[in-house]
């Protein structure tokens, strides 16, 4: 099994991290919307980390909800 491992700038290490779900607002040219994203938490301090493939999927969840509102 492979664990989630990130660097954790609190702690100065690479830490494993737990994903959460979050409700995210956004607007583009006026047009309100929200969508659930996620987010990566370190398990040691539970800061946010900076997961590249995180940031991706919460850009294409943001992207379907405006395409809704359109």
Known sequence: MQ????FCVTCNKDVEYS????EYQGEIRGK?????G????CTCC???VYVPEIQRYN????????KLVL
């Open 32 to 36: 309100k919307f929200t969508y659930i």
């Open 46 to 48: 539970r800061n946010l």
């Open 59 to 66: 850009l294409e969840k943001a992207k379907e909800a405006y």
């Open 3 to 6: 664990k989630n491992k990130a």
């Open 19 to 22: 994903l959460w779900g979050k």
């Open 38 to 41: 996620k987010q990566a938490l």
